[in-house]
Every structure is written in C-alpha cells, then in structure tokens.
C-alpha cells in the first residue's frame, strides 16, 4: 500500500515549521524566522491562528464527548433506579393486596375502602399505606385473641 501524503495550508505549516526548527543548530532571530517562513510562502500570523483554531475545536470536541458521557452515565443511573423503584413498588402493592385481603375476611367495608386507597396512591404513599394496614390488621388480630 502507498503512503499518500495529504496535503492541507495545515499540515504544510506544520511541515514547513519542523523543517526550518531542523535545519539549523543555532538560534535564529525572530525576524530570521519570520523571513524563512516567508520565503517558505508561510504566513506565521495565520498559521498561529490556525493552529489556535484547531485546538480550540479540539478541546470543545472532547468538552462535548465529556459532558455527552457524563449525560449518558446519568441516564443510566435515573434508568436503574426507576427499575429498582419499579420492583420495590410493585412488591409494596403485593403486600398491601396481602394485608387488604386478610382485613377483607373480617371487615369486608374496610377493605373496599382501603382498596380504593390503593387505587389512588400514589408510588411515594405505598410505605405508609402498608404500614397503616400492618398496624390495622395486627389491631384486629389482638381484638379476636383478646376476644369482643
């Protein structure tokens, strides 16, 4: 396979500038380089501004491929916890039914009105509708130890 060489005002600045800063071993005056660089039909001005473009384009790409990754991983975290809060939500409604059903043995009213509340919850309620529920159904089941 040939090596192609693409060639660009770009690439040809840089080339040229390598070229120059090898080819002598003594330090030459700014006006000496100025003038090699001229003569090369370098314009050094427009090369630096070049150059400064190309990195300022640079480093905006990878600011937005980091703030692209950092999108993308916080994405992924708000999905697992809707997952998990999914899971754990319906898990806290199976409860609740449990417990529901268990108060429909005894006090079949209750239940219909605890049905409807579950109904109505929203996800943020679930605890402490099961918890009100625990607490009625363990209320009911001293009563019936306890006897009337």
Same mark, same amino acid.
């Given at each position: 396979?040939?090596?192609?060489?693409? !060639?660009?005002?770009?690439?040809?600045?840089?080339?040229?500038?390598?070229?120059?800063?090898?080819?002598?071993?003594?330090?030459? !005056?700014? +006006?000496?380089?100025?003038?090699?660089?001229?003569?090369?039909?370098?314009?050094?001005?427009?090369?630096?501004?070049?150059?400064?473009?190309?990195?300022?384009?640079?480093?905006?790409?990878?600011?937005?491929?980091?703030?692209?990754?950092?999108?993308? +991983?916080?994405?992924?975290?708000?999905?697992?916890?809707?997952?998990?809060?999914?899971?754990?939500?319906?898990?806290?409604?199976?409860?609740?039914?449990?417990?529901?059903?268990?108060?429909?043995?005894?006090?079949?009213?209750?239940?219909?009105?605890?049905?409807?509340?579950?109904?109505?919850?929203?996800? +943020?309620?679930?605890?402490?509708?099961?918890?009100?529920?625990?607490?009625? !159904? +363990?209320?009911?089941?001293?009563?019936?130890?306890?006897?009337?």
């Amino acid at each position: 396979m040939k090596n192609q060489d693409k !060639s660009t005002p770009a690439t040809n600045t840089v080339k040229a500038i390598h070229a120059f800063l090898r080819e002598g071993e003594e330090p030459m !005056s700014n +006006e000496q380089i100025k003038a090699a660089l001229t003569a090369d039909r370098v314009d050094p001005k427009k090369a630096v501004s070049e150059i400064k473009l190309k990195v300022k384009q640079a480093q905006n790409r990878q600011r937005l491929a980091d703030i692209r990754r950092g999108i993308e +991983e916080k994405a992924s975290l708000v999905s697992e916890a809707g997952r998990k809060m999914g899971a754990a939500a319906s898990d806290l409604m199976s409860q609740i039914k449990t417990v529901i059903d268990r108060i429909a043995l005894t006090q079949p009213q209750t239940a219909k009105v605890y049905y409807r509340k579950l109904e109505d919850a929203k996800p +943020e309620d679930l605890e402490s509708l099961l918890a009100d529920l625990t607490e009625l !159904s +363990e209320e009911e089941g001293s009563e019936d130890k306890n006897g009337p």
